[in-house]
């Protein structure tokens, strides 16, 4: 009988990301046949998996998969992006309500705003997310010091944070405290950590492109599902990404 990776049939039935399956066995939150799941385990059909004690899987059933969920959220400020009670602020997936277990695609930090999906596709979060395919995201910030050629400059030639040099990437100038800028990496807090080096200090920060998705007329707060023309079109872009590890990584999480 075939055999699937744990966390891989986790990710496929949108139960978790493979990396949050991975954190759940090793915390011993995962049965298989009532016995506590090893990392890089694999099931077949016929067995049973429990989380934190509930069946997600029936012996006597073949697992069947949901229905592909994409959508896209208008993220307001003070939501975060995480399913971890240690925040006691509202999570996005409680502040959308979506009927299907949905989870997000990477993060938008507490204090930012704008653009964030979320999806029960695992693969399609991986390839998304695995830094080096270097999918584009677009931000407009607004900063406290006027914007200068030479904070553009800067920004656009690499920026030393978190012990590395920050990608090449576009910044162009929207106002004398505004600016957008296009970015291929995800590093934590980046586009913060990036303005704060060279001594100025964001005020809004509001993600308004993922890829080909653009937030466009949607409102903060509102949500909608992702077209179908949409989704063909980000999968086009996604074909030759890879969706496995490289290494140790960085976090890819996003601003």
Request: aromatic fraction near 4%; hydrophobic fraction near 35%.
């Amino acid at each position: 009988m075939e055999e699937i990776r744990l966390n891989k049939w986790l990710s496929e039935r949108g139960i978790c990301s493979r990396r949050e399956a991975d954190r759940l066995v090793a915390e011993g939150r995962i049965l298989i046949d009532g016995q506590v799941a090893q990392m890089g385990q694999k099931i077949r059909e016929g067995q049973s998996v429990s989380l934190d004690g509930k069946l997600l899987q029936e012996k006597t059933q073949s697992a069947c998969m949901p229905r592909q969920v994409l959508l896209m959220v208008n993220k307001p400020k003070g939501v975060v992006c995480t399913t971890s009670d240690k925040d006691r602020a509202q999570n996005i997936v409680e502040f959308v309500g979506y009927p299907e277990r949905v989870y997000p695609v990477g993060r938008l930090d507490k204090e930012s705003e704008g653009l964030i999906l979320l999806t029960n596709q695992g693969d399609l979060v991986n390839k998304m997310m695995r830094s080096r395919n270097a999918h584009e995201k677009e931000y407009h910030v607004l900063v406290n010091r006027p914007v200068t050629e030479e904070f553009l400059n800067a920004m656009r030639n690499g920026v030393p944070i978190l012990d590395t040099v920050t990608r090449p990437c576009e910044a162009e100038k929207m106002s004398e405290y505004g600016f957008r800028i296009v970015l291929t990496q995800g590093l934590n807090r980046q586009i913060r950590r990036m303005c704060d080096y060279l001594g100025y200090q964001v005020t809004l920060l509001k993600r308004v492109r993922i890829m080909n998705l653009h937030l466009g007329t949607l409102k903060t707060g509102e949500w909608r599902e992702v077209t179908r023309k949409e989704e063909n079109e980000l999968k086009r872009l996604l074909k030759n990404s890879s969706s496995l590890p490289y290494g140790l990584e960085r976090n890819t999480s996003g601003e």
